[in-house]
């Protein structure tokens, strides 16, 4: 069964520097994984997703997460952060055969102007 | 941009009651989903449902909860005889598609408080 795990609760960042969420996967099928993120009182917004095409996937707002078999990793990357990106971000993993997502515990990102 | 609605934002009921949550999917949609996060844990699936009927179910879904598409617009979660563990946001998703690699679309959640 497909288990997502999301190794930071909380990352802080200041603005204007790099943003890394980490993710690992486990599935015993080729995954699709996605990340959403939540700001406050909004619905889970999809900021990209990966279903088995280029491994590197770019998504909105900056934001992209290289699939790394080898590493059972979907990283979340951003080159520079901005004061709008403060949100909770969940990697997410969808399952061959299963219409349920799993989702990981979430990331808390907080940036520091 | 088309977007999942939830209704009503926050509810708060007394345990033993019924409770009903509201959602409205994207209108080109055919899947719909509920989820629910308690408090300080995952986000976890209920149910799926399709073609009115349901096409998957977690283990927390059981006789308790009830799902229907009661019109062409509304897909609602009925919590029969609340209990306190049932406090959680409950999150309504719907897709074009029901594969691993359709993108689920997420309303805002409604807050469910059980007294």
């Known amino acids: 069964a497909q288990s997502v795990t999301q190794l930071d609760s909380h990352v802080s960042v200041s603005e204007g520097t790099p943003v890394l969420l980490r993710c690992n996967y486990s599935?015993?099928?080729?995954?699709?994984l996605f990340w959403y993120v939540q700001h406050p009182n909004k619905g889970l917004q999809l900021l990209l997703k990966?279903?088995?095409?280029?491994?590197l996937v770019k998504g909105i707002n900056g934001f992209e997460a290289e699939f790394k078999k080898s590493e059972t990793s979907f990283h979340l990357t951003k080159p520079s952060a901005h004061m709008s990106d403060a949100a909770e971000y969940f990697c997410v993993g969808g399952d061959t055969g299963r219409r349920a997502l799993t989702f990981g515990s979430g990331t808390r990102l907080q940036v520091q102007p | 941009e088309p977007e999942v609605t939830q209704t009503p934002s926050h509810q708060v009921t007394q345990m033993g009651q019924e409770v009903i949550l509201r959602c409205v999917p994207i209108s080109n949609h055919l899947y719909f989903y509920w989820y629910r996060q308690i408090l300080g844990q995952k986000v976890e699936f209920l149910v799926s449902f399709y073609n009115n009927e349901i096409s998957e179910k977690s283990e927390i879904f059981d006789d308790q909860f009830s799902v229907e598409r009661p019109d062409g617009s509304n897909f609602t979660l009925k919590i029969r005889s609340t209990k306190l563990e049932d406090s959680a946001m409950y999150f309504c998703?719907?897709?074009?598609?029901?594969?691993?690699?359709?993108?689920?679309?997420f309303g805002p959640g409604t807050r469910l408080t059980v007294l």
């Open positions: 998703a719907s897709s074009v598609a029901g594969g691993p690699g359709d993108t689920q679309y």
């Open positions: 599935s015993s099928y080729s995954p699709s």
């Open positions: 990966y279903t088995s095409a280029a491994t």
